[in-house]
Each structure stands twice: as structure tokens, then as C-alpha cells.
């Protein structure tokens, strides 16, 4: 979903900026170039670099929710459930984890059984 709105984001505001350099200006009246500029602007280009940020946002938030898999491979999935939770244990003492990560992989690891 957050690809999609990515590209839906991006391809909505390149098209926005194309519009604004490929249109013929034709001299109709006072404020046509301004009108045209205002028209891109907040039918193009806005709308495409919102829709693209909260496809980043989301893609960020599911990026932070996800374990990492090297983590999970070290404390290894063949190993007793003590050893495991004792390997994780040690990480957090080292500090390459935080106390969160630690409860959420020992969570991850309990529920296993």
C-alpha cells in the first residue's frame, strides 16, 4: 500500500510539473500563466506530494514494526528456549538492543512454543 501510494504521489506530481513546463502559455488574457501555475499547482502537484508523504510515513512505520531478521537469526530459531532468551539477555546487557526490542523478541520467542 505504501509503494502504491508512492508511485500514485510521484506520478501525480510529475504530471503537475510536466503540465507546467510542456503547456503553451496562449496570451488570453491578463492572468492566464498565473491561473495555469495556481490550476497545476493545487490540482497536480500538492495532492501528488501529499499522497507521496503519507506513502513514505507509512512505509517508515512498517519498516519500525517489522523485527529486525538478523537479530532473530542470531538468537536462532534450532537453539533451547533458555539459551535463546539467555543470548537475548546478553544483547541487552551489551546494549545493541533496548530494553523494548528485548521485550518484544522475547515475547516473539516464548510465544514460538
Avoid: C, H
Wanted: glycine letters at 12%; hydrophobic letters at 45%.
Amino acid at each position: 500500500m505504501a509503494k502504491m501510494l508512492q508511485w500514485i504521489g510521484g506520478i501525480l506530481a510529475l504530471l503537475g510539473f510536466g503540465n507546467l513546463i510542456y503547456t503553451p502559455w496562449i496570451a488570453s488574457g491578463e492572468n492566464s500563466l498565473l491561473n495555469g501555475l495556481l490550476f497545476n499547482g493545487m490540482l497536480f502537484v500538492v495532492p501528488g506530494s501529499i499522497v507521496y508523504g503519507i506513502g513514505v510515513a507509512m512505509a517508515i512505520r512498517a519498516r519500525k514494526n517489522q523485527p529486525d531478521p538478523v537479530l532473530l537469526k542470531a538468537v536462532g530459531n534450532g537453539k533451547p528456549v533458555d539459551q535463546r532468551l539467555e543470548e537475548l539477555a546478553s544483547l541487552r546487557q551489551k546494549g545493541m538492543i533496548t530494553p523494548e526490542e528485548f521485550e518484544q523478541y522475547r515475547k516473539e520467542i516464548l510465544n514460538a512454543l
